[in-house]
């Protein structure tokens, strides 16, 4: 039998604070060389938003073994439709173990990977956030930085005032922080952590705009043809990024940077594993800013599907379906 997990099943059995937990153990799998991860694939379908991208990984020991696949393009999915799956495996024999719907997973996820990087590299009395960008992916970064810093204020802006609005009063109620609309974008650099979560294709955080010990995560820019950082803030800062031979393929804001040469490949500091392990000291002053560039690994979502098909089995969530 195979068990067969829709959304609601999935934010049912895990939170956030958990997923922060099992993303940061994987992270630190991954950076002792106890995990399988190749680069994902992205294949181009003609006629096929977005295409069909496949991103496979497994942690070593017995502990998970599976898949994500991701279909369509931010801003073109239709909510009633599946475009985010993750296909989970026995680690002992290969069989079917789980299908599960990865919308709620890759929000989690993310969030988690942007709370440890921000745990290890914004200054620790960190209080006032910023957010550019009030989509599904932004919701869950404020709510995980809540979970390793003592937030108690957030700016947000989108060019949409109607988003805007209804991101502010749901997050303010959600998290019991005060969320405070600003309708100039370099207000939201005023603060102690900056979030980039947008579909941005040009470079709109600028340098002028940040100013000392400001710690920045930017995870919008997860494609070649997408950009939020000002190529000037780039080279001012300490940069972090999950995994660096993905990130340096498909992060926006470095392609373009390496290409112009205004960054060169080895001013990367360290990847997110490597501050875990404490093999890199992350921030080193009150002063610096710190970026942490994330593009999305496969061995968050494997980590995460694990621990959730482990839980819908205790708590007896899901359905069990018969492929044979």
């Not at 496979?56 to 898949?67: F, I, S």
Request: proline content about 3%.
């Amino acid at each position: 039998m195979v068990l067969l997990l829709d959304e609601g099943a999935v934010a049912e059995a895990i939170d956030m604070r958990t997923s922060i937990g099992v993303t940061e153990a994987a992270f630190a799998s991954y950076a002792k060389g106890e995990t399988l991860m190749p680069k994902r694939l992205h294949m181009a379908v003609d006629g096929m938003r977005g295409g069909l991208r496949v991103m496979p990984a497994a942690l070593m020991g017995g502990r998970a073994v599976g898949l994500k696949t991701i279909t369509g393009s931010p801003g073109a999915r239709d909510p009633r439709s599946t475009y985010f799956l993750v296909v989970l495996f026995d680690p002992s024999d290969g069989r079917l173990l789980s299908i599960m719907g990865a919308d709620v997973i890759t929000r989690l996820r993310t969030g988690a990977a942007s709370a440890i990087a921000t745990k290890y590299l914004s200054r620790k009395d960190s209080k006032l956030v910023g957010v550019y960008g009030t989509g599904v992916q932004a919701r869950a970064q404020l709510e995980a930085l809540t979970k390793v810093r003592g937030i108690t204020d957030a700016k947000a802006y989108d060019i949409s005032r109607e988003r805007l609005f209804a991101f502010c009063k749901e997050m303010s109620s959600n998290l019991d922080v005060g969320v405070e609309p600003v309708s100039e974008p370099s207000s939201a650099a005023r603060t102690d952590i900056i979030v980039t979560a947008t579909t941005s294709d040009k470079p709109f955080l600028m340098d002028s705009w940040v100013g000392p010990g400001t710690h920045i995560n930017a995870m919008g820019a997860n494609s070649p043809s997408k950009r939020e950082l000002d190529p000037a803030l780039m080279k001012k800062s300490r940069i972090f990024v999950d995994f660096k031979e993905q990130a340096i393929a498909e992060a926006g804001d470095l392609v373009e940077a390496f290409k112009s040469r205004d960054l060169l490949e080895s001013q990367i500091e360290a990847e997110l594993g490597d501050l875990v392990l404490g093999r890199n000291a992350g921030r080193n002053s009150d002063q610096e800013v710190t970026i942490f560039k994330s593009v999305g690994v496969a061995i968050e979502d494997v980590a995460l599907a694990g621990e959730i098909y482990e839980r819908a089995l205790k708590k007896g969530l899901g359905q069990d379906v018969a492929l044979t």
